[in-house]
């Protein structure tokens, strides 16, 4: 369910969707898990979730002035609380959410996933790629100080997860 919540930043790959938008509409993450609420029932409510709790929780409160559209293609309106991500209330919010975070995957295990191989890892790459690693190869940083320990722990565990599922894929490759 992790990988997820990071889909909708699958925008920053691509840059003419533009950020916080299509992909990060309600509607559109409700659409497409149409299919699996048929099939699925109630149990695709977690999916829907963890998917809708990255434009709803994390970039709703923390996108500053930019907002998210939440609505699309209903509406282009932005919404949010318009929290810097500069500001002590950023980082005090973004350091419960990673606390609260880690404690969860450790108390459901979850976090030992990504020491497994799975090729569903690869997606891990998405965040690594579009926002982790440059945030911190970044300068001035584009974070504040104090919220880099966050990005370096998942940028650790993201990598060991996306270098395992590589490595599952190229053995599997010259087995055949």
């Known amino acids: 369910m992790l990988v997820l919540s990071i889909i909708p930043d699958a925008d ?3 840059r003419f969707i533009g950020h916080r938008g299509p992909t990060h509409s309600v509607l559109v ?3 497409a898990l149409i299919p699996f609420f048929a099939v699925y029932g109630k ?3 977690p999916y829907f979730l963890a998917l809708a709790q990255h434009a709803l929780i994390g970039d709703y409160v923390t996108s500053g002035t930019m907002g998210v559209q939440l609505f699309w293609p209903l509406t282009n309106q932005s ?3 318009g929290i810097a991500i500069r500001t002590q209330t950023n ?3 973004e350091w419960t959410a990673f606390l609260a975070a880690v404690i969860i995957m450790i108390k459901t295990r979850d976090i030992t996933k990504f020491f497994q191989t799975h090729k569903s890892n690869l997606l891990l790459s998405i965040p690594t790629f579009t926002t982790l690693l440059p945030t911190l ?3 001035p940083l584009g974070v504040p100080l104090l919220l880099v320990p966050p990005h ?4 650790a565990i993201f990598s060991i997860a996306i270098i395992l599922a590589v490595s599952l894929f190229l053995v599997r490759k010259s087995s055949l």
């Open 91 to 93: 980082v005090a919010l």
């Open 12 to 14: 920053l790959l691509f």
């Open 79 to 81: 919404y949010g609380f």
């Open 43 to 45: 149990k695709a409510v």
């Open 29 to 31: 993450m409700l659409a």
């Open 152 to 155: 370096i722990f998942y940028t």
């Open 137 to 139: 190869a970044s300068f």
